[in-house]
């Protein structure tokens, strides 16, 4: 497993919009290194013919029936919205979207 | 040098349910923006989506309906993305164990029939609706954010635009007519990607493909593929080579214009979603709504040509809808003659329908109502031009036809006994038509019939008229 740095921190660190001072980097570098060797401890484990865990809780197949409920109003969804226009979100246009959907 | 192309198509039917596909928010069309929407749509920490069973019905409808293989285990995933119109940063969908796959629909073109086979069918949620203003911002609304979603994936068989929108045409039908969504184009519950590559004829490794994104009607489809073909029929003429590219048509210029291009397929970090369970479909269900299944269009085509002999003309154009349709089979079975159903639906009910821009559950006529009307008509009661009376009545208000004739004192006059000396009367005082008949003048009929109609005050059944006429005259 390549060595996890300072660096490789930082990067994650800005593809989750975040910044680290150099006493948190000093702290989070070797968690995340720890964290990762356990993961490779993991990996040595034989799952062969073991099928693969989706669900911890022991249950399927839950349903509820199509019942239309009104829960929130547009008021109270909005509260927690920093910027708003005529009932719409407002936010930073971004048009660089693979709405793959 | 002759190129192959090679059409694969993603559909997305949003499935008609009254509340959304994990959150018991109203799935409603044109509400104010953010009003029908709840703390599990728009993604708030500590909420639990939990499953609508009727998208599960709805999709399986669709699933059996076009011979795909249902799967007995399905789950969820997370399909991983940020985007303004996604509030919880990840779509809810199926990508490891898809409601169905392996299935066909079977089409037409150029007068040859051709299986065309559905590589999967999966449920999402559909994401909100995201608004670019010319400020710099964006306005979102997540009213749709969690709509539930059957997407219909084909496998890239399709080799020219008319065989992509026969695919198409005979895909929407089927789903109409299971009723799992009313596939309104224009409302954004029926929506299209395509996917195109060419290669040199003989070639087996397939082309390059380039993705073209919400196309909103048939023809657009037709139109962008065709001009796709072209394109990059150019491209490798010229010893260029085709780009992994998104593409956007063009519905002003006829083109399609680069909006992006690919480094390779997007990693959405597929996972299973760990907040739901998985769904094992019982035999039993699947079986129940099979047997269940409504009338395919086809089913139908057969009755109204075969049964009731209407020409296929008047056969597909009351299969252009559902609801169409059933209210034919509706009005038929209330006692109608199939044919007269048919002639008043394709005119004077489409006419009106068209002028108030109007659909069927809107207006206040019934199928009892209209084949009550086709019953007044075909026993005499009511002429032809009365009926269009009595249904301008009747469709605008729900007005009872009979009642509404009695009341008006609109009835014909069908009764022998009541014509006979009206007849001879008018006959009696008319001896230069008579002459003129007996002449070889066939108008003089027509003035006679008129005279009787006068006395009656229009009310006179003209074909036992004319009857009660020409055996007059022919006894004199």
Do not use: C
């Amino acid at each position: 497993m390549e060595k996890v740095t300072n660096d490789t921190i930082k990067h994650v660190a800005a593809l989750a919009q975040l910044e680290f001072s150099e006493e948190e980097l000093a702290k989070f570098t070797p968690q995340m290194g720890k964290i990762l060797e356990m993961a490779e401890e993991l990996q040595a484990v034989d799952t062969t013919g073991v099928e693969e865990t989706v669900q911890v809780v022991d249950r399927d197949t839950v349903f509820r029936e199509d019942v239309p409920e009104k829960w929130q109003t547009r008021e109270e969804m909005m509260k927690n919205v920093p910027d708003k226009s005529n009932g719409f979100v407002k936010v930073p246009v971004i048009i660089d979207k693979d709405d793959n959907q | 040098m002759n190129f192959t192309s090679t059409i694969g198509l993603e559909v997305h039917f949003e499935l008609k349910t009254k509340s959304k596909i994990f959150s018991p928010s109203p799935v409603t069309y044109g509400a104010k923006p953010n009003t029908e929407t709840n703390v599990i749509d728009w993604g708030y920490p500590g909420t639990l989506p939990m499953v609508n069973k009727e998208v599960y019905r709805l999709g399986l409808m669709v699933a059996l309906a076009t011979h795909s293989h249902v799967n007995p285990v399905t789950h969820f995933d997370r399909k991983n993305y940020f985007y303004p119109d996604n509030p919880k940063a990840y779509q809810i969908t199926q990508f490891f164990k898809p409601l169905a796959e392996n299935g066909y629909v079977e089409v037409e073109v150029h007068g040859k029939k051709k299986k065309i086979h559905i590589h999967e069918m999966h449920i999402e949620e559909d994401a909100g609706k995201n608004t670019h203003g010319t400020n710099g911002f964006s306005y979102v609304d997540y009213n749709r954010q969690g709509v539930p979603l059957l997407e219909v994936v084909s496998e890239p068989e399709m080799t020219d635009p008319d065989e992509a929108v026969a695919y198409l045409e005979k895909l929407r039908e089927i789903v109409q007519f299971t009723g799992a969504s009313d596939v309104k184009m224009e409302e954004g519950s029926m929506r299209i990607d395509t996917n195109i590559s060419i290669r040199p004829a003989g070639q087996k490794e397939l082309g390059t493909k380039v993705e073209m994104k919400n196309l909103n009607s048939f023809e657009h489809v037709r139109m962008s593929l065709a001009y796709e073909q072209k394109r990059q029929q150019e491209i490798l003429l010229s010893g260029g080579r085709v780009r992994l590219s998104t593409r956007r048509f063009d519905t002003n210029t006829g083109k399609t214009v680069l909006e992006r291009v690919k480094e390779g397929d997007a990693d959405y970090r597929y996972f299973p979603e760990p907040d739901l369970p998985p769904y094992h479909i019982k035999q039993e269900w699947v079986d129940e709504i099979a047997a269940n299944l409504p009338k395919t269009a086809d089913e139908r085509r057969k009755i109204y040509v075969d049964e009731y002999g209407l020409k296929p003309y008047d056969a597909n154009v009351l299969l252009q809808n559902k609801e169409s349709s059933d209210f034919f089979d509706a009005t038929v079975a209330a006692g109608a003659d199939p044919q007269q159903a048919a002639n008043w639906m394709n005119t004077q009910v489409n006419g009106y329908l068209n002028e108030k821009h109007a659909e069927l559950k809107d207006i206040a006529l019934t199928p009892e109502n209209l084949a009550a009307m086709i019953k007044l008509i075909s026993d005499g009661t009511i002429s032809s031009k009365i009926a269009k009376k009595v249904f301008a009545e009747t469709v605008a208000n729900g007005t009872d036809p009979k009642k509404y004739v009695e009341e008006n004192g609109m009835a014909q006059l069908s009764d022998e006994s009541v014509l006979a000396p009206m007849v001879k009367e008018v006959v009696d005082a008319n001896p230069q038509s008579v002459e003129d008949y007996k002449n070889g003048k066939d108008r003089a009929i027509g003035f006679l019939v008129g005279q009787i109609m006068k006395q009656t005050r229009g009310k006179a059944n003209p074909k036992v008229i004319n009857k009660l006429l020409l055996a007059d005259l022919a006894s004199r």
